[in-house]
């Protein structure tokens, strides 16, 4: 395994697609997952740990933390998922221990084959802090971003019209809401269809 930090961007259609994953990828453990809100990293994180993953949103997150303080252990079933997806631990800055914690929990989890994905908005600066903590090499971050331009922006417009059974010109316009994001041209294509 290469000592060298991994770091993969793109859109989250680019991940959740059916080509084939980058191969560091598929070979490490421990998948970081960066981007601004509703840029998808829940939804590739998920996809990547596939069926039976365990899923802890922000507040099972910080939940498993005080159980973990309470009993000096993380609860078995955190260490023994196939696949642990970890949504938005936001308060990691600034609290070693906190960070400490999580990263025994992903050895742990890295010991017995186990995969575990974590996912930040990336102004949160949180993740930074698992992040420096790792060990190099361990892990690979995704960064993810809305598309650019006007030509990604109606592709995705386009298969949203196909999954909601609206006409493709429907989606006409859709490149030029702002600010831009897949949640407000999903409403805005449901509204259409109203």
Not at 81 to 100: S, Y
Not at 159 to 182: H, I, K, V
């Amino acid at each position: 395994m290469s000592a060298k930090p991994a770091l993969l961007t793109g859109t989250s259609s680019e991940y959740l697609g059916k080509r084939a994953l980058p191969r560091i990828l598929r070979e490490r453990s421990i998948v970081v997952m960066l981007g601004p809100e509703g840029s998808g990293k829940t939804s590739v994180a998920r996809r990547l740990a596939g069926r039976g993953h365990l899923y802890l949103d922000t507040r099972d997150t910080q939940n498993a933390l005080v159980d973990f303080v309470a009993k000096h252990r993380w609860h078995e079933d955190l260490v023994r998922a196939e696949a642990l997806v970890l949504d938005g631990p936001a308060w990691l800055r600034n609290r070693p221990a906190a960070v400490n914690a999580f990263c025994e929990l992903i050895r742990r989890r890295q010991h017995h084959g186990r995969r575990t994905f974590v996912c930040q908005i990336d102004s949160d600066g949180s993740v930074e802090e698992l992040i420096a903590a790792m060990e190099p090499g361990s892990l690979v971050v995704i960064g993810l971003r809305f598309p650019k331009g006007a030509r990604g922006r109606l592709r995705f417009a386009r298969r949203m019209c196909d999954q909601l059974d609206l006409p493709r010109a429907a989606a006409r316009g859709t490149d030029q809401l702002e600010p831009w994001g897949y949640a407000r041209v999903i409403d805005y294509l449901r509204n259409q269809a109203d």
